[in-house]
């Protein structure tokens, strides 16, 4: 094993640990958040919260994070967030915490997300060969896929031998690892490449880098714009979740379907590691989302937690597979010192329905799906008598639809042949001197 990947795993053991311990806070906060407020606008406000200033801040923070060592961005990133949850710590001792405190922590720490994201994924071109970038990438997906299956009974267990402020102290304690790590390794620099020379100037200029640089490849932009779509469906999904299930079962069951949907990432994360996939990545993205989909069909469609188990398994273990083949097919196609601004302009793009995705979920739910399939309500006669009626299946009605969506959108997809032949586009592009034009010459 060479050094950078030794690097890599080190780093990826301490980013690994210190999202645990931020997944056992977040669950902690959002049942205390809903239960305190019992409005899913409410709640789904700490969703937006949570991803808009990244969703805003990420051309200039791709832009900083080329600029910079990326070990040391990952490294202020991770302080700031730190710093957040102490503050939340504070407020909670204190007996001071409300639901819109929730609000800024959630915006400061996204903030710092919008730093350490590009910054973890660029450093990981540089410290790990090219034949494993996919690894790579599974295993960051693996990370995420532990903190999934472990935290929602972790931390119900924890909130009733510790409290909330015992589960942000550990939390805590996990930052603390995360940046230690970060003070004992070392990043290489990148090679600079043509790209990156003809883009050199202002930082407005080289945040809008990433956009230009998309703009000529339509295969990765039209990949973009699938995820933004699907992304959409998902960020409601996610932000809705909770309630659905509150409403028909318990919290200690919710921490069950969540740790099965845990087991689910947990192994499609090891298939991404050791799977390389078909010879075109790109189907893998296509089909995993159309199979992702179709499990939050049958997840609205039913008041039976076992089978929103099901349906959470099959889609947990379907995203690690279409981000990881995502994944390999962004770092072999972006030249690894311009990736910070790239892959910054990608998550903006991918992720910027989201915000209308959480500022549409709580209405939605509470004003229009849910009155309608209550007792007495427009549909509750029709389809109440295939899903059920009451509280609840207003919310389900939704996931079936944004299912639905998520499907369709992804058909769609496969009829555009620059998406389909995507993993070809940087050698068919090569040799037209891109980067005069790229850089605003």
């Given at each position: 094993m060479g050094?950078?990947?030794?690097?890599?795993?080190?780093?990826?053991?301490?980013?690994?640990?210190?999202?645990?311990?931020?997944?056992?806070?977040s669950f902690a906060l959002g049942i205390w958040a809903y239960q305190n407020s019992g409005s899913v606008t409410q709640f789904a406000l700490i969703s937006l919260f949570a991803v808009l200033p990244a969703l805003l801040l990420s051309p200039v923070a791709g832009a900083l994070v080329d600029r910079f060592d990326r070990r040391q961005v990952m490294f202020w990133a991770d302080l700031g967030a730190g710093l957040t949850t102490l503050a939340i710590a504070a407020l909670y001792a204190a007996g001071l915490l409300q639901v819109w405190h929730l609000y800024i922590t959630a915006a400061v720490s996204a903030t710092c997300g919008a730093f350490q994201w590009p910054a973890f994924s660029a450093a990981s071109t540089v410290l790990v060969p090219k034949e494993q970038f996919g690894r790579a990438s599974g295993l960051r997906q693996l990370g995420q896929a532990l903190a999934q299956l472990v935290s929602p009974l972790l931390a119900g267990f924890l909130l009733v031998a510790v409290g909330l402020q015992g589960v942000i102290v550990i939390d805590l304690a996990t930052f603390a690892f995360a940046l230690l790590v970060l003070i004992l390794v070392r990043f290489p620099r990148p090679e600079e490449s043509a790209e990156s020379k003809a883009?050199?100037?202002?930082?407005?200029?080289?945040?809008?880098?990433?956009?230009?640089?998309?703009?000529?490849?339509?295969?990765?932009l039209a990949m973009l714009f699938l995820f933004s779509a699907t992304n959409f469906a998902l960020a409601m999904v996610s932000t809705l979740f909770t309630p659905l299930m509150l409403s028909i079962t318990t919290p200690d069951r919710l921490g069950m379907v969540m740790t099965v949907g845990g087991v689910g990432m947990l192994l499609g994360s090891l298939a991404a590691s050791m799977w390389r996939g078909p010879k075109r990545r790109i189907y893998t993205v296509l089909v995993g989302e159309v199979v992702a989909g179709l499990a939050i069909i049958a997840g609205g469609s039913t008041t039976s937690v076992g089978w929103i188990m099901g349906a959470a398994f099959v889609a947990f273990f379907v995203i690690p597979l279409i981000n990881g083949s995502s994944e390999a097919i962004w770092q072999a196609q972006i030249p690894a010192?311009?990736?910070?601004?790239?892959?910054?302009?990608?998550?903006?793009?991918?992720?910027?329905?989201?915000?209308?995705?959480?500022?549409?979920?709580?209405?939605?739910?509470?004003?229009?799906?849910?009155?309608?399939?209550?007792?007495?309500?427009?549909?509750?006669?029709?389809?109440?008598?295939?899903?059920?009626?009451?509280?609840?299946?207003?919310?389900?009605?939704?996931?079936?639809?944004?299912?639905?969506?998520?499907?369709?959108?992804?058909?769609?997809?496969?009829?555009?042949?620059?998406?389909?032949?995507v993993e070809e586009e940087r050698s068919e592009i090569a040799g037209a001197k891109p980067a005069a034009v790229l850089a605003g010459d």
């Open positions: 050094k950078g990947m030794r690097t890599f795993l080190l780093v990826w053991s301490g980013e690994s640990v210190s999202l645990l311990g931020s997944s056992l806070t883009a050199k100037g202002s930082l407005v200029s080289e945040a809008v880098f990433g956009w230009r640089y998309l703009v000529m490849r339509t295969g990765l010192d311009i990736q910070g601004r790239v892959f910054a302009m990608r998550n903006a793009i991918a992720m910027s329905m989201s915000p209308l995705a959480f500022l549409l979920a709580g209405p939605l739910a509470d004003r229009i799906f849910e009155p309608i399939m209550l007792p007495g309500g427009a549909l509750a006669g029709s389809l109440g008598a295939i899903i059920g009626s009451g509280p609840g299946r207003g919310i389900g009605l939704l996931f079936i639809v944004l299912g639905a969506l998520a499907v369709v959108v992804a058909l769609v997809a496969c009829l555009y042949p620059p998406l389909i032949q």
